[in-house]
């Protein structure tokens, strides 16, 4: 078992960094399934569907920092590590989350986030994002196994002056 977790470690550190948690709270405040847990990918681990749209794309130790070219909606993605089976019982998936921040919420904001599950689209929907500069997080609720996990976030950029900022996404799954 101890080998097993090592290696769930040391993936997730190659494809980003990841932190696990015992049985914390959700982020909209529900209590998480008794022992469950909690997988982040840092916000270094997006990518852009085309880099060619984006004139800054920078990882920071905190996240990334990203603008536009143009006036435009630009899609970003990032895979979300987790352990599908833990001691041979399939863990299911009961939250998605993001989060993001804008120096115009008002403009330049996420507008839409789909997860997927393989090559499935298994949610989409609007973002809701207040008009103002603070960070934010959005999340969805399941309770359904699935073989992997990712979510992409469709992001409006307003103008070509203001930023996003991309920080963690994680997971909560379990038994």
């Known amino acids: 078992m101890r080998s097993f977790l090592s290696l769930l ?10 932190a696990f948690r015992e049985q914390s709270p959700r982020a909209d405040g529900r209590p998480a399934p008794l022992n469950s847990s909690d997988v982040a990918v840092h916000g270094t681990g997006w990518v ?4 060619a749209g984006f004139s800054v794309w920078r990882p920071y130790g905190w ?3 990203t603008k536009s070219k143009a006036v ?8 979300l590590v987790y352990p599908t089976y833990l001691v041979d019982i399939g863990q299911k998936l ?3 989350e993001f989060c993001a921040q804008s120096t115009n919420g008002a403009r330049t904001k996420p507008i839409q986030m789909d997860v997927w599950g393989g090559t499935t ?3 989409t929907g609007a973002v809701v994002w207040p008009a103002d500069n603070d960070s934010h997080c959005v999340g969805q609720s399941f309770s359904t ?3 992997d996990v990712g979510l ?3 992001l409006k950029f307003g103008n070509t002056a203001d930023t996003i900022t991309l920080y963690k996404a994680w997971v909560n799954v379990g038994p």
């Open 152 to 154: 992409s976030v469709l």
């Open 121 to 123: 689209r298994i949610y």
């Open 63 to 65: 996240g990334t920092a």
């Open 48 to 51: 852009p569907q085309s880099r």
């Open 9 to 18: 470690l040391m993936i997730g550190i190659l494809v980003g960094g990841v």
């Open 94 to 96: 009961y939250y998605v």
């Open 145 to 147: 196994w699935y073989e």
């Open 72 to 79: 435009a909606n630009r899609w970003v993605h990032i895979p």
